[in-house]
């Protein structure tokens, strides 16, 4: 089965703290996305990943940073993270190609940051 | 650029009653479009998907969808629905192949009476 995975369900942080979330897909899929998800505000989009060391600011990627090392990893960094940021973080990939097969997401993460 | 809206934010319906939950999407041409659902605390997981040919398409969990282009609507449908539907639906489309870009519906909560 494949999957997309999140190495942490739960994280509680203190403010500003430099925090690292990670997600892992095993599909060989090019795009990776980040978003956070807010009751009232749906889905949005902190920053997306087409490729190695490609990234594109999504419509809320201030107070936030990636990195793509590896096609298979995409990790979301708080560089100082503030009591705002707490949220459920999701991770999600797909394929170039393949945009008919929508995105796999993974279980989430739900950040608090006291 | 396409963009989506789930008229409903919150929906209640009995155990056994059928459900419909709308969806309408603003895009030029055909556009991919899915169906999530997220249960509390999980990630988002998809129901079913429509790019092509048959309007009515079948998903996972008893759930199909109807692709009707003279009212851009995609609306999900269950004629049954069981207490473990009590989830968040979300309505996406996706404009090309790429896996980009996709964009989503506000989220729709559905309760579900015993």
């Known amino acids: 089965d494949v999957k997309v995975t999140q190495s942490s369900r739960y994280l509680v942080k203190r403010t500003g703290e430099k925090v690292f979330l990670e997600c892992v897909q095993d599909?060989?899929?090019?795009?990776m996305f980040w978003y956070r998800q807010d009751p009232g505000l749906g889905l949005r989009l902190i920053y997306f990943?087409?490729?190695?060391?490609?990234?594109e600011k999504g419509d809320i990627p201030e107070g936030y940073s990636v990195s793509r090392e590896k096609k298979e990893r995409f990790s979301l960094i708080l560089e100082s993270a503030s009591t705002n940021q707490t949220s459920m973080y999701l991770c999600?990939?797909?394929?170039?190609?393949?945009?008919?097969?929508?995105?796999?997401f993974g279980s989430g993460t739900r950040l608090t940051v006291v | 650029a396409q963009s989506v809206t789930q008229p409903d934010i919150h929906i209640t319906v009995s155990e056994g009653a059928s459900l419909e939950l709308r969806c309408n999407y603003s895009?030029?041409?055909?556009?991919?479009l899915f169906w999530y659902v997220q249960s509390p605390g999980q990630g988002l997981q998809l129901l079913l998907k429509?790019?092509?040919?048959?309007?009515l398409v079948q998903g996972i969990k008893g759930f199909e969808a109807e692709f009707k282009r003279s009212q851009s609507s995609f609306n999900l449908r269950k004629p049954s629905v069981h207490w473990s539907d009590a989830a968040e639906y979300f309505c996406?489309?996706?404009?090309?192949?790429?896996?980009?870009?996709?964009?989503f519906g506000p989220g729709t909560r559905l309760s579900v009476l015993p």
């Open positions: 429509y790019f092509s040919g048959d309007t």
């Open positions: 599909m060989d899929h090019e795009n």
């Open positions: 996406a489309v996706g404009a090309d192949n790429y896996g980009q870009n996709f964009v």
């Open positions: 895009y030029g041409a055909t556009p991919y």
């Open positions: 999600a990939s797909s394929s170039v190609g393949q945009g008919v097969y929508g995105y796999t």
């Open positions: 990943s087409y490729d190695v060391k490609m990234k």
